[in-house]
Nanobody, 118 residues
Framework: VQLVESGGGLVQPGGSLTLSCVAS????????MSWYRQSPGNERELVAS???????AYAESVKGRFTIARDNAKNTVNLQMSNLKPEDTAVYYC?????????????WGQGTQVTVSS
């Protein structure tokens, strides 16, 4: 599975940005597609997940501000970010998790920089 992200950039505090991720390859067994982020000196953290069941989950720090949307037909997952704060500045990574009998595999995109600054 290959993941390609797009949509990062520089935005002012309070602004909005949408990240997109397209998956290609063997995508029929992806149990979840998620967005993670990592800022300098910090560990990579889960931001939001969209499951094959249709359920979604969010980190507490982004609830009410970010929305994850997965399109299984197009193999895409978007992250709509609003009311952005400087602490949202990070490299954002798309993740896809594949579950097969006896194995679980994580795939990662190359990352896209989001900078929130005035």
């Amino acid at each position: 599975v290959q993941l390609v992200e797009s949509g990062g950039g520089l935005v002012q505090p309070g602004g909005s940005l949408t990240l997109s991720c397209v998956a290609s390859g063997s995508t029929s067994n992806l149990s979840s597609m998620s967005w993670y982020r990592q800022s300098p000196g910090n560990e990579r953290e889960l931001v939001a997940s969209a499951y094959s069941t249709g359920n979604t989950a969010y980190a507490e720090s982004v609830k009410g501000r970010f929305t994850i949307a997965r399109d299984n037909a197009k193999n895409t997952v978007n992250l709509q970010m609003s009311n952005l704060k400087p602490e949202d500045t990070a490299v954002y990574y798309c993740n896809a998790r594949e579950m097969r009998i006896g194995s679980l595999t994580n795939f990662w995109g190359q990352g896209t920089q989001v900078t929130v600054s005035s």
